[in-house]
């Protein structure tokens, strides 16, 4: 703490004090931080809240006497002119001084310094605003209308001179001078409040037919949307309602702006405007001229509007109609955005056809099928040709239309790049066409292309459907025919092959069938020679048992003299020349064995044990194919009738299953480590040990040993 030294001194009026203040540094003893400290912001947060600097404020100034009055003015006059004299163009500066002369009472100074800033800038709307109302506010009605009377002339685009002028005149009961002023603004052909002030003007002088005279030369002036729609609202609210319909369709044809003539919420209120007066009908001939003018896609809005009116108002087919037209436009939207979306335009002619309307139908069909695929590759156009497809059987079922489903046969041939593909069903269906319109030989024209185009892309359904029409119409030469055209273009079908087999034994031609079957298993290459193998002794063994059950004659068939079954034998031991897959022995053994025409079970015992001694000739011995052989063995002696069974020969054969192990060799050499697996140990292969002799004697010396002989 500091100490001061005080003395004084003084005489007469007042008295002095003299403070000397002792300099003595403060000791601080103790410099830790305080445990609560206190931030710079909270100091003047409670410097604020505690008031501690107060504010200062201008005393009032009592003016007592006159002269004090006038040295006042004076002051102010002077300190409001240097103001100007400084700031000549600040207009703020004469709208405070022309203030301060009103709150005096000094009206002619006030004007005064009004006319001042007017000359200095008469664009400014504020300073004619603050004169006007200066003279309205102390009852100076002349003078105020003088004032708006000049700032109209001079400012006639600034609409509040005109309001205000014309209110005031209407406050003070002078309609007529009123009427004027709105006569002399409309001649500068002013914007929508404009007219709107006007017409209120004189609805509130209750003269509907000059309003609606205003209204006239506002839709004139402002030949607009929204001009028309405050025309029409009016009439309604006056409950002129066939003149507020006929504002609608004058905006119908009178808007000069197409898009407005055109606009959706015309449309929309023009049709509520209706329901609201019951005129239904009046409604949905509104809502659907829109609609089909315009289209759905650019009208949403008024198209949810119309289907509420119908769920309101409409029929049962009117609410059905609706909702049709709302899944044609959602239909619309989506082949818009993707046009090569085939499912959706599935989906929209199934919409068409289900309505009936077969103009739309067709329409909607030649839309679809003019949506190419871009891409010349078949797995792109298996959807697309449905639509095809579709459309003929549309035309021919629904339509009705011959030449129209021939057409359409035609034109999706073309469109078909069949260079690179072709499409059979479509060939096929387009000849059964022909066929049912009693054109046979169109037909075969039809199918002679699709083999021509077909054949050269290694297509074989052309013949197959082709070969099956003319078995349908009985035409056994020609199948005859297709069939070495056939077999010519692919001569490895080995189902080719058999199916002319068939053909010719369904028909009673053995001979034919055989002779088929001989060319067919002389063909140096097959694509499944197996199958072909199967069905020409499935076939042999069908003729053996009608031999045996005399549905054939012998020498009609050709057989040589001999057993039925001698040519099932000759076929199974060529077959076996070819191949000793297991399965031909097992089934050749099965035909001996089950089969007419077969030897029995000796001569299937026999096949039996000589397929077993040619697989155990075979490389590796075949184990696992001997294993399969042995049980089909096993399972045929079981099958047998029991005094017939001899299952101890093969039951001695059987193997023996082994676990081993093996070590794993990598691609690259490396050993990869052990694994499991199981093989097979014939009794045949076993290998007696090598001092079994031995074993043997010493257990025959044990033996005699316990008996006692020495």
């Not at 102010?76 to 400084?86: H, L, S």
């Not at 301060?100 to 009472?105: G, N, P, R, Y």
């Not at 990598?666 to 002799?693: C, I, M, R, T």
Request: net charge negative.
């Amino acid at each position: 703490r500091a100490f001061a030294a005080m003395s004084t001194t003084g005489s007469g009026r007042g008295t002095e004090v003299e403070i000397k203040r002792v300099n003595k540094t403060a000791l601080v003893k103790n410099r830790a931080p305080a445990p609560i400290q206190i931030s710079a912001e909270q100091l003047l947060r409670e410097a604020k809240d505690r008031k501690i600097e107060l504010e200062h404020h201008v005393p009032r100034q009592q003016i007592t006497d006159t002269e004090e009055l006038v040295e006042y003015r004076m002051r102010r006059r002077k300190e409001y002119e240097d103001q100007i004299r400084m700031q000549r163009h600040h207009l703020g500066n004469y709208i405070k001084y022309a203030s301060w002369e009103e709150q005096q009472h000094e009206f002619e100074r006030a004007r005064s310094v009004y006319e001042r800033g007017v000359d200095v800038d008469y664009r400014n709307v504020s300073i004619w605003l603050k004169y006007s109302e200066m003279e309205m506010r102390n009852k100076f009605v002349n003078h105020a209308r003088n004032v708006y009377d000049r700032a109209v002339q001079l400012l006639p685009r600034v609409d509040q001179f005109w309001f205000k002028y014309s209110y005031m005149e209407e406050m003070l009961g002078n309609a007529k001078l009123a009427r004027q002023i709105y006569e002399r603004w409309m001649k500068w052909e002013p914007d929508d409040n404009a007219f709107g002030a006007y017409i209120k003007f004189e609805m509130r002088q209750n003269d509907a037919t000059a309003a609606r005279a205003i209204f006239e030369r506002y839709i004139d002036v402002h030949p607009t949307l929204r001009a028309y729609l405050k025309y029409a609202r009016w009439e309604e609210k006056q409950a002129q309602y066939p003149l507020c319909r006929q504002v609608f369709e004058r905006a119908l044809v009178e808007l000069p702006d197409e898009d407005e003539r055109n606009s959706e919420k015309l449309f929309i209120l023009f049709a509520q405007f209706e329901e609201r007066q019951l005129e239904h009908d009046r409604t949905r001939a509104i809502y659907k001229y829109a609609l089909d003018q315009l289209g759905r896609e650019k009208m949403p809005e008024l198209y949810q509007e119309f289907i509420t009116f119908e769920k309101k108002h409409g029929s049962k087919d009117g609410i059905e109609e609706v909702i049709v037209g709302k899944r044609r436009l959602q239909y619309e939207e989506s082949v818009a955005a993707q046009p090569h979306d085939y499912d959706a335009w599935f989906d929209y002619i199934r919409l068409e056809e289900a309505e009936g309307d077969i103009d739309r139908t067709r329409d909607v069909y030649e839309r679809a099928i003019a949506q190419v695929p871009p891409v010349p590759e078949k797995r792109f156009w298996r959807r697309y040709i449905y639509l095809w497809v579709n459309y003929a059987l549309f035309e021919e079922l629904i339509a009705e239309d011959v030449e129209q489903t021939r057409a359409v046969y035609k034109k999706c041939l073309a469109v078909i790049p069949h260079e690179e593909f072709s499409f059979t069903k479509i060939w096929v269906m387009y000849a059964h066409f022909e066929v049912r319109q009693r054109d046979v030989t169109a037909a075969r024209k039809v199918m002679g292309q699709a083999i021509g185009r077909c054949a050269k892309l290694g297509k074989e359904k052309p013949f197959k459907e082709y070969i099956h029409l003319e078995r349908q119409l009985g035409e056994v030469d020609r199948c005859r025919t297709l069939y070495t055209k056939y077999l010519e273009a692919v001569p490895t079908n080995c189902a080719a092959w058999g199916r002319f087999a068939a053909l010719e034994s369904a028909l009673g031609e053995t001979a034919r069938s055989r002779a088929v079957f001989e060319i067919a298993v002389n063909q140096p290459v097959l694509d499944m020679p197996e199958a072909l193998w199967k069905a020409y002794i499935d076939f042999e063994i069908e003729q053996a048992k009608a031999i045996i059950n005399g549905e054939a004659d012998e020498d009609e068939e050709g057989e040589a003299p001999g057993e039925p079954g001698d040519r099932v034998r000759e076929l199974y031991n060529r077959l076996l020349d070819r191949t000793k897959h297991v399965k031909v022995w097992v089934s050749f053994a099965s035909f001996e064995a089950s089969a007419p025409g077969g030897g029995g079970m000796e001569d299937a015992r026999s096949i039996f044990r000589k397929a077993y001694d040619a697989l155990k000739e075979e490389e590796g011995g075949m184990k696992d194919e001997r294993v399969l052989l042995l049980e089909a063995w096993r399972d045929l002696e079981k099958s047998q009738p029991r005094d017939k069974q001899e299952l101890g020969e093969v039951t001695k054969m059987m193997p023996r299953k082994l676990k081993k192990r093996r070590m794993v060799m990598g691609d690259d050499g490396e050993e990869q480590g052990w694994e499991e697996y199981y093989d097979y140990s014939f009794p045949d292969e076993e290998k007696a040990p090598v001092n079994l002799k031995i074993l043997e004697m010493a257990h025959m010396w044990k033996k005699r040993k316990a008996e006692g002989d020495p």
